[in-house]
């Protein structure tokens, strides 16, 4: 006991030593990620073979009970027509007893039975008719006896087995209501499928992407590999004429221009207007990772660049730029690349640039999306201002 605190103490100790470093996104997160969701999809496969299999055994328990019912049915309807079978031999009996009776009181005139028998020629003749007659109405008794007899235990049977069907209804109806639970288990998982795959299909592309540019699984993204160029503070090169460079590499987008929406409250870049097709350059070296209009939900075509700033990661994006952007992924740029246009593209009323950076973590570059927003920074405490 004691010695297993220690030990948590000691992991404990260990883990709050360790330099965290929140911008430290290895090629190892995004394989762990493809295996996770590999994983996933595998357990929802298997989930879904499993209810399919027994969706299969509930219908054949299905068709096996309703199989019963109608034997049952047809049980019941013979039963039934033996009942009435019965029901008309003992009428047939009692009428044929009656026909006996009536046969002795014709022989005999109005005196009947008793009359007929005292009526015999001598004692044996006497016996002899009094025994036919009770032995033809006592054979006919015992007959309809033991068909009402019949009928009784026909009775007994038929509602027994009626007993049983509604029982058997009764189960049919449960296994209906289990086959539609498990139905309804499987197309929700199923209906999860697509997500999974595509999140497999979304990491599995970075690390095809990143192992393309040499990266190994304990390198990290942008730092120790697939390094974008360095941004060289005051660091010498051409500078178009109009250029504001800061001491530290970073220039203003445009050559002169004016801030029509700052940064903060709800907005997240700053918006920058020189009027449309004004030429927009890059903040600082880097590398184009991103162009095109399909990140934004308003269709806005932007440029996304990289940056290294002292190892450091520092994205800029260019948003409402005009469609025909100059540059394309993957190239290098600096202050002197004209990356894209003014444009009015995407929500924007007018054409303006808005300029948009994070640290650390860059839009569909590395992390979620919503790890990149809680890195979004002004722009000002890199680009000089043009004031
Ligand atoms: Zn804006």
Partial sequence: MKRSIKVIVTLLLITLLLPINVSAVTLKEYEDAVAKYTAELKEKEAKIAKGKEEIAAVKKNIADTEQKIAATEEEITRLQEEIERCDKEIKKKDAESKKIMEYYQIENGNNAYLEYIFGATSITDMVYRMSVAEQLTDYNDKI????????????????????????????????????????????????????????????????????????????????????????????????????????????????????????????????????????????????????????????????????????????SQYAHVQPGIPVYVGQSVDTNTVVAYMGSTGYSTGCHLHLEMSRDYGWAYNGTYSQYVNHITSPWNYVPSPY
């Avoid at 049919?172 to 595509?198: A, D, F, N």
């Avoid at 801030?259 to 903060?264: Q, R």
């Fill in 144 to 315: 309809m006896k033991e068909l009402k007899q019949l009928i009784e235990t026909n009775k007994a049977k038929k509602a027994e087995l009626a007993k049983k069907q509604e029982e058997l209804e009764t189960l049919k109806k449960k296994l209906e209501s289990e086959k539609e639970r498990i139905e309804q288990e499987v197309s929700g998982v199923e209906g999860t499928v697509p997500s999974t795959k595509g999140q497999i299909e979304l990491y599995q592309k970075r690390v095809n992407y990143y192992r393309s540019k040499g990266c190994n699984s304990n390198d990290i993204i942008g730092v120790t590999c697939d390094v974008p160029p360095k941004v060289n503070p005051s660091g010498g090169g051409s500078v178009s004429p109009g250029a504001i460079i800061g001491e530290n590499g970073f220039r203003f987008p445009v050559n002169g221009g004016r801030i029509s929406w700052g940064y903060g409250g709800g907005h997240k870049g700053v918006d920058i207007t020189r009027g449309c097709g004004t030429p927009i350059y890059a903040i600082a070296p880097g590398r184009v990772y991103y162009v095109g209009n399909g990140l934004d939900n308003y269709g806005a075509y932007m440029v996304l660049i990289v940056h290294n700033v002292n190892g450091r990661l520092v994205f």
